[in-house]
């Protein structure tokens, strides 16, 4: 497994490498050839789900928060200790295969329609540079090897947005850079912080918060919270997001929304909780406050929006609020609550761009005023776009219910009148959640339509991208099991850890 768990790294990063071979008169040659290389990358991702159950049974003799199925440890830099330490365990591998899953059907969507701004092989050799260093932050067991791959994918995204992006991408992009940097900065310190007075930056060592003292618990979960804040993005650190998403062109968006914004959860998982538990324990309460304040807060602007991409962008504030909020129970249903979450709101959150996407490619527009009675003029796309909405506003059955249920069900679990009054907030977030989104529809898919200056009807190519969002947001609402038999183990581990 250890030959699979280096081809998810090496197979995109090597596509995107060839794809630079390409000579320009050739791109469609190359969007096909990076196709090719991302659905490669699903096939040792796929292969990695058979070592879980050759690790299984090792959570049982240890309370260990970190017990890869897999893993490659060999030392890189001696003298900074620094190893290139990978592995995967039942916390990371979800979003492994989110991250193939949508990679692979954004670049296929690229053989069907390219943006304005560049030519299509350097757009999806930008992907795969995405996909190599959002898989390598997921991966990495290694401090100083997570944040390298956490700042990997920074001046990708930003090529992504400033290149094929609206009429404002340049102002949008460098906000983006602006935010992520300083919360790259902040990683570091909490980085430095953890490795000197540790010894080591192996996160499996580190587990449980090994010897570190209170007070240098304290200051690096204070810096690593703060870090991962910026980039999931949480309240009010989101600013740069709605300028990010309106202005990236739709694969742009499905990725930033999809898998890049997990990178804030999962490290506040991984590396805040996993590292640093008593500053975790410690910072619980305003992390709980200032996660209900994003879901009323997103809800809330959702509610005056106007344009599609936007709302879409803040509804994802308030979604990942619901994330935060599990992490900060600190219990195990709210852990599990928010990586099923991280999972169900990069599958629905993914659909709604690239329907969002689609409609304004269409209608050249995405003021909710000119998208009208889109249920007369593209029927299939009308209902592609209301089972979303139902999906991430959380209807049962769906993707999207349990893991913003479960969120609140954790708050009231951990029990004191604060919690339970944040469990109550939360409630009428979600409440609020549900009403934008028959706002949305309402204005959307009703009243009068007008007129068209493209034809509406769902192409071929993007039922091919869009099937398996579809799929997958039913499976996962229907049997939750399918992520949370994989996380079970070591949130057990982590709940024990925290004790």
């Known amino acids: 497994m250890t030959v699979a768990l280096l081809a998810v790294l090496l197979v995109p990063a090597v596509g995107a490498g060839v794809l630079a071979l390409f000579p320009a008169r050739l791109d469609s040659a190359a969007r096909l050839t990076g196709t090719i290389f991302a659905a490669v990358t699903l096939i040792p991702i796929a292969l990695l789900a058979f070592a879980r159950d050759e690790a299984w049974s090792a959570y049982s003799a240890t309370p260990l928060a970190v017990r890869p199925w897999a893993e490659f440890d060999v030392s890189w830099v001696p003298a900074l200790r620094l190893d290139f330490h990978l592995g995967v365990d039942g916390v990371s591998y979800p979003l492994v295969a989110l991250t193939g899953l949508l990679t692979v059907l954004c ?17 999806v050799a930008l992907l795969l540079v995405l996909e190599a260093g959002i898989l390598g932050t997921f991966l990495a ?114 990725i930033l929304a999809g898998v890049l914004l997990k990178m804030g959860t999962y490290g506040l998982i991984r590396v805040g909780v996993g590292v640093a538990p008593l500053g975790a324990e410690w910072a619980a309460p305003l992390l709980g406050i200032l996660a209900v304040a994003a879901i009323l807060a997103g809800a809330l602007i959702c509610l005056r929006q106007t344009e599609l991409k936007r709302l879409i962008a803040y509804s994802s504030v308030g979604h990942m609020g619901f994330v935060l909020l599990g992490i900060a129970a600190l219990n195990a249903t709210g852990l599990q609550a928010a990586l099923l979450g991280n999972v169900a709101h990069g599958l629905i959150t993914g659909l709604l761009f690239f329907l969002a996407g689609a409609i304004k490619d269409r209608a050249h527009t995405g003021e909710l005023a000119d998208l009208g009675g889109l249920r007369e003029t593209a029927p299939r796309l009308a209902g592609l776009l209301g089972f979303a909405a139902i999906a991430s ?63 509406y009807a769902v192409t071929r190519a993007e039922w091919l991208a869009w099937s398996p969002l579809v799929v997958l947001t039913l499976a996962v609402g229907v049997a939750p099991s399918l992520v949370l038999a994989a996380t079970s183990a070591p949130v057990r581990a982590l709940t024990e850890a925290l004790r």
């Open 107 to 123: 670049c296929a969507y690229t053989m069907w329609r390219v943006p304005a701004g560049g030519s299509g092989r350097t757009l």
């Open 141 to 254: 067991l290694d401090l100083i090897l997570f944040f390298l791959f956490f700042e990997v994918v920074l001046l990708p995204m930003y090529a992504v947005i400033a290149g094929w992006g609206g009429e404002d991408r340049r102002r949008a992009a460098r906000k983006f850079v602006l935010y992520t940097l300083f919360g790259s900065v902040l990683l570091l310190l909490g980085v430095i912080t953890v490795t000197v007075a540790a010894g080591t930056g192996d996160l499996a060592r580190l587990a449980g918060g090994a010897d570190l003292s209170r007070s240098t618990q304290y200051a690096a979960f204070a810096l690593f919270a703060l870090a991962f804040a910026v980039k999931a993005p949480l309240w009010p650190l989101h600013t740069w997001l709605p300028d990010a998403h309106t202005q990236a062109p739709t694969v742009g968006s499905v």
């Open 393 to 455: 506003l959380g209807l049962p059955g769906l993707a999207g219910f349990w893991g913003e249920a479960f969120a609140v069900v954790a708050a009231v679990q951990r029990g004191g009148g604060l919690w339970v009054t944040l469990a109550v907030l939360a409630a009428i977030g979600g409440a609020l959640t549900a009403a934008y989104f028959l706002r949305l529809l309402r204005k959307v898919t009703h009243g009068p339509a007008v007129a068209v200056a493209e034809p």
